[in-house]
């Protein structure tokens, strides 16, 4: 098995491809080892000491390390333990995985309903690309709430994300959308 890496815009994270499907559908973050009791390989990559993050993507996974981390370090100790999860031929998620976002009714439930379109189709196949995932957390009076994962959470350059490109998106294609927030989780 190869598994290649990627960098990402955040120095913190590195993304690994593993060459076959991680998740089935959907992304999965872990970011502590306190999260990652339902996942036999999140919990494998945070033996890894100086690992702070994890995150599952369909065909990939991204890594954050401590600040005081080296990836000299920690980056073979990763590939083997993503090797050796894959090698074992557990799930990468035990039992059912996170469920699929919930739907929004009410008066603005078509407005809703454009801005998941569009970050579905514009916005997080783009952030996947560095890593990460955008999850849409709520729409009210003309804010957008987003939490970002993965590379995206703690990236220099995520508020410049936020505001310049998927604020402009949406405020372009949906004219009751005024600003983008993020939410931590």
Known sequence: MFIQTESTPNPATLKFLPGQSVLGAGTADFPSAGT???SPLASRIFAVEGVTGVFLGTDFVTVTKAEATEWDVVKAPILGAIMEHFQSGQPAIE??????HAEHDGEDGEIVSQIKELLDTRVRPAVAQDGGDIVFHGFDRGIVYLHMQGACAGCPSSTLTLKMGIENLLR??????????PVAV
């Open 36 to 38: 990652a009791g339902k």
């Open 95 to 100: 039992g059912e995985a996170a469920a699929a």
């Open 172 to 181: 372009h294609y949906i004219p009751e959308v005024v600003e983008v927030r």
